[in-house]
Each structure stands twice: as C-alpha cells, then as structure tokens.
C-alpha cells in the first residue's frame, strides 16, 4: 500500500466517524428544544398529513423517519430508556449528543478515538464508584 491510499484509507475513516456524530446530533438536536420547562412544541406532519404536536421526546423520535445507522441507535437508545425506566427518552438524547460532540472536540484535537473510548469507560467507573459512595439503601 502506497503513502497516498493509505491517507485516503486514514481521510475515509475520518469522513464516516464525522458522519456518525453529525449524524447523531442531529437527532440530539432535533428534540433538545423540547427538554425542560421552557420547552417547545413540535410540529409533525406524518405521510398520510395527520399533525400532531408535541414536546414529548419519545413522540418526536418515534415519528421521525431516521435511516442513518448512528441516528437510528440514537433512536433505539431514547426506546430502551422509554422500556426501562418510562422516562428520560429526551435526557438520554440530548446527553448521548453532549458526548458525541465533546468527542468531535477531541478528534479535531488529533485525540485518538480508543484513547477517547478508553477515558469514557474510567469516567464512568469513576461515576459508578461516585453513585454507590452517596447512595443509601431503601426499603419498599
């Protein structure tokens, strides 16, 4: 392999990471405006012209046509949060699009990504040993 593919081969890989996110925080972005007590309403005309409006996360990307890979698990990860817990399908979004976006930051730095994917996982080790140190047991 000859210097120039492999730069095309290392230029591509960055194209479709920065499609990903782009991808992804789009989704973000799309229902951030509907989080909180300030929120606003969305205008949805499906295929067949029934309108609905609403602010509710869920509704929003339920009814959003997505076909881009990474949108579309942003879409499943705001579903399972709905299975899960019942709510938080807008917070888990806007949070995944937080994170998405602070790793565009780093990449544009020259930041490898596993380096990157290595201190996500130590943040969050950090976070559960943080969450079990203020948590107290409760009897239902």
Same mark, same amino acid.
């Given at each position: 392999m000859s210097g120039g593919d492999t730069h095309r081969g290392l230029q591509k890989e960055k194209d479709v990471r920065m499609s990903n996110i782009i991808a992804a925080k789009g989704v973000a972005d799309? $229902?951030? @405006?509907?989080? #909180? &007590?300030?929120?606003?309403? %969305?205008?949805? *005309? %499906? #295929?067949? #012209? /029934?309108?609905i409006i609403t602010n509710d996360g869920a509704t929003i990307l339920s *009814?959003?046509? $997505?076909?881009? &890979? @990474?949108? %579309?698990?942003? $879409? /499943?990860l705001s579903q399972s949060q709905d299975i899960e817990a019942g709510d938080g399908t807008t917070s888990v979004c806007v949070i995944a699009g937080s994170?998405?976006?602070t790793c565009q930051g780093l990449l544009d730095k020259g930041i490898h990504p596993t380096a990157i994917s290595e201190a996500f996982m130590a943040a969050l080790q950090q976070a559960d040993i943080i969450l079990q140190g203020v948590s107290r047991p409760v009897d239902l």
């Amino acid at each position: 392999m000859s210097g120039g593919d492999t730069h095309r081969g290392l230029q591509k890989e960055k194209d479709v990471r920065m499609s990903n996110i782009i991808a992804a925080k789009g989704v973000a972005d799309a $229902v951030r @405006t509907s989080l #909180g &007590p300030r929120g606003m309403d %969305k205008m949805i *005309q %499906k #295929g067949d #012209g /029934e309108v609905i409006i609403t602010n509710d996360g869920a509704t929003i990307l339920s *009814q959003m046509s $997505v076909y881009h &890979p @990474t949108a %579309k698990m942003l $879409v /499943e990860l705001s579903q399972s949060q709905d299975i899960e817990a019942g709510d938080g399908t807008t917070s888990v979004c806007v949070i995944a699009g937080s994170l998405l976006n602070t790793c565009q930051g780093l990449l544009d730095k020259g930041i490898h990504p596993t380096a990157i994917s290595e201190a996500f996982m130590a943040a969050l080790q950090q976070a559960d040993i943080i969450l079990q140190g203020v948590s107290r047991p409760v009897d239902l």
